[in-house]
Nanobody, 125 residues
Framework: QVQLVESGGGSVQTGGSLRLSCAVS????????MGWFRQAPGKEREAVVT????????YFADSVKGRFTISRDSANYTLYLQMNSLKPEDTAMYYC??????????????????WGQGTQVTVSS
């Protein structure tokens, strides 16, 4: 059974940092495209970063380039999204997602098959 469980959200002030975690189970993530998405109230879900753990460069949304990074702990099957220099416009529900892939990663949330429950990030000015 595929499971993605996010954690690490919270409330911070502008300029602060948070690290989101995504614990994965039930599949080999090296054979899946992985992604972090976010959705703010009244807005469409958007890709923050998508990447193929088996190789290749990750895609970062322009709005987060230079501020957000990804990493993983292979031993514990956990992915991380490090978010620095947070801005109020980063406020959203953040989701970890995955979908089977042989190397190509879509940036479209509709192409992802598996989702976590989401974790809220709130950045105050």
């Amino acid at each position: 059974q595929v499971q993605l469980v996010e954690s690490g959200g919270g409330s911070v002030q502008t300029g602060g940092s948070l690290r989101l975690s995504c614990a994965v189970s039930g599949f080999t993530y090296s054979r899946h495209c992985m992604g972090w998405f976010r959705q703010a109230p009244g807005k469409e879900r958007e890709a923050v970063v998508t990447f193929y753990p088996g190789g290749g460069s990750p895609y970062f949304a322009d709005s987060v380039k230079g501020r957000f990074t990804i990493s993983r702990d292979s031993a514990n099957y956990t992915l991380y999204l490090q978010m620095n220099s947070l801005k109020p416009e980063d406020t959203a529900m953040y989701y970890c997602a995955a979908t089977p892939s042989v190397g190509y990663c879509s940036r479209n949330w509709a192409d992802f098959a598996y989702w976590g429950q989401g974790t809220q990030v709130t950045v105050s000015s």
